[in-house]
């Protein structure tokens, strides 16, 4: 069965992270991990997940257009880091580990995204960053902005999910 394959079965971004987590030999960072989901008991129409990674906080979602709408109106401002998942036909994807380092640093975050957009909040400065799911890996490098929402997108996923 595959990473994915799995993911699927659990159905839970918590177990999506936990994946992350165990997966980047993270198992000592699990106690710096929160995750809680973000939905109508909280007073949003929309279930996102959210937590924190040493601190540093983070959201997830974006399934549709209107919930990705509602994240930038309702989020944006307390982001400063924005990545995007996507197959090479433009579909977008979640269930995707999230890893950003520090350049020539340690692992400042390691989190699953369940949905195509993952938004956190960074100190200013430049971060390695690592998404990996459906069988593939990717890795970039971005300059986090003290201000505003630096976007990276993720688009080279197989349009064909991985075979199992």
Known sequence: MTTKGLMTICGSSLFSSVAA??????????QDQTV???????????AFDRGTYRGIPW???GV????????????A??????????R???????????????QGGGIVIAAGSSGPWFMVELPAGTYGIEASGDGQRFE?????PATGLETVVFAGWDDEPAVK
């Open 140 to 144: 970039r490098t971005v300059d986090v």
């Open 88 to 102: 090479t036909d433009g579909a977008y994807m979640g269930d995707i580990s999230v890893v950003i380092s520090q």
């Open 21 to 30: 987590l165990l997966l980047t030999g993270g198992v000592a960072f699990a």
């Open 77 to 86: 401002d307390a982001y400063n880091l924005k990545l995007e998942f996507a």
């Open 64 to 75: 549709g257009k209107e919930e990705r709408d509602y994240l930038i109106e309702n989020f």
């Open 59 to 61: 959201i997830s979602g």
């Open 36 to 46: 809680a989901p973000l939905g109508p008991d909280d007073s949003a129409p929309y």
